[in-house]
């Protein structure tokens, strides 16, 4: 869609509740960020890792070019050096065409309750936020970041006062930096998120995973059906990016590869972009890695043979 034809469609649906309304001054800045977040061909996580556990930069770049990924999701969790890897990542990905997302984890996955933070700012999601934005100055192809269960998180700290003030700080430095939280699909329909939260985000990661009628990494049958729900909350051109799991979850267990196949195709169908959670290692999963790889190669040629507007 052409930034003339973003435009015409922001100002019919301005006068609208939801996630779309904005004052007129900053409609082109978040169709900006919007536009960075549709068409998300996306792995997400669990980077290849060297010896001395610093991510594989060389390794990872040729797998999503491989994948025709055209975004990966960076984890800023599980290793101190993290940050600098990610600084690492983003000149080099930038040389393929592949945009990054930066994702922090929030208190529910911090200590006490699990054993890392987000190094080095911690839970200081304020100032993460104008680092990133920061970051994102130097290093173009950072076109988004995002916390995990961030709607497990909104008693505190993500008030809808301090998601403002966070979000301000970094549109200060780059008004083009795009914020979408990982939330799911109980989080986004329960009263009052969508009045209180969307007209701050610039989009939503969502994971599915069969919650309306009850949760499970079984069955993708009501993809489309979730995706339709959550659409008909937030509007038809907010953003929304479909999370799949392709790695086990912690309590619902393992996928099947059929299962993330099915998935993705759904996916392809009524969201704005495909998420894989995790990166897939192609000797460890290779049929997974395959069928990723196929679906995200097919999608890669239509939009290239797509007329041009």
Known sequence: MTAVRLLALAALLAPLAGCVSTPPPEQRARLERARALHGTRATYCRPPRKADNRVDVDRLVAELVE???????????????????????????????????????????????????????????????????????????LVAWSIDDFTHNLKTPY??????????????????????????????????????????????????????????????????????????LVGPDFPIVLDIYASAHSRLGATTPEYVEQAMLAGRRAADGVMIYCHQDPAKNPEKYQIIKRLFTRWAAEKERRPRR
């Open 159 to 232: 008030t809808p006062e301090y998601v403002r003030q966070m979000l301000e700080a970094a549109r200060a430095v780059n008004p083009r930096l795009a914020f979408a939280p990982c939330c799911y699909f109980t989080g986004i329909t329960r009263p009052g998120f969508v009045t209180n939260y969307c007209h701050l985000l610039d989009g939503i990661l969502f994971p599915y995973r069969h919650e309306s009628a009850g949760p499970n990494l079984k069955d993708p049958g009501l993809v489309e059906s979730e995706l339709q729900q959550l659409k008909a």
């Open 67 to 141: 994948l025709r990924a055209n975004t990966y999701s960076f984890c800023i969790h599980n290793y101190p050096t993290d940050w600098e890897d990610l600084k690492l990542l983003l000149p080099r990905a930038r040389e393929k065409g592949i945009r990054l997302w930066a994702s922090l984890v929030p208190p529910s996955e911090s200590p006490p309750h699990t054993r890392h933070y987000s190094e080095p700012f911690r839970l200081d999601y304020q100032q993460w936020a104008v680092e990133f934005a920061k970051l994102s100055l130097r290093e173009t192809n």
